[in-house]
């Protein structure tokens, strides 16, 4: 696969601004429609380079597909990836409405995809968000019970409840005799 750089003549820290001007410009020269009345070479060459500045298009200014592009490009994995964009023509008119995307976005295999999912931003967000909870509700039961040792050294929960039981039994026989009392 040819490298998208070279295909909108730019160098590989060119900016966004710098991708969507020289897409812009390639686009204007190779659009489909402009060469609608050339003859048929012509218009098949412009067609493939317009197809292949419009997957550049895509890809560089995407920065995850950029950032995935130029691993691939620089690690020597098998050179440049296949992003599989593809566009669709009727009769040699380019079709607005339609564009047919490729299922397989990446060929890759299974690591790397686990890989590019596990190294999102919202995923490693997520991620550290319940580190955080987890983290959160482990030194909230730790300090409970630090507190509950403090208060109640030597008994154990399921005794502290069944001592406030009987302050309850206790207090509700009192205010049951107090009642008696004043019926009388």
Do not use: C
């Amino acid at each position: 696969m040819e490298d998208h750089y070279k295909v909108l003549g730019l160098n590989r820290n060119a900016t966004k601004d710098e991708i969507k001007e020289a897409f812009r410009k390639l686009a204007i020269q190779l659009h489909p429609d402009k060469h609608s009345q050339s003859p048929q070479a012509v218009r098949e060459n412009a067609t493939l380079r317009f197809k292949q500045v419009s997957e550049a298009y895509e890809v560089l200014s995407d920065d995850r597909k950029r950032a995935h592009f130029n691993f691939r490009s620089t690690s020597g994995s098998g050179g440049y990836a296949s992003y599989g964009y593809g566009y669709g023509y009727n009769n040699n008119n380019y079709d607005h409405s339609h564009r047919a995307w490729n299922a397989k976005v990446y060929e890759s295999s299974t690591f790397e995809s686990a890989f590019r999912f596990l190294t999102t931003r919202a995923f490693l967000r997520n991620l550290s968000f319940a580190g955080a909870l987890l983290g959160g509700m482990y030194i909230i039961d730790m300090s409970m019970e630090a507190i509950w040792k403090m208060h109640n050294s030597g008994k154990s929960f399921e005794e502290a409840i069944n001592s406030i039981k009987k302050v309850e039994a206790v207090d509700s026989m009192k205010e049951s005799e107090k009642a008696m009392e004043s019926g009388n």
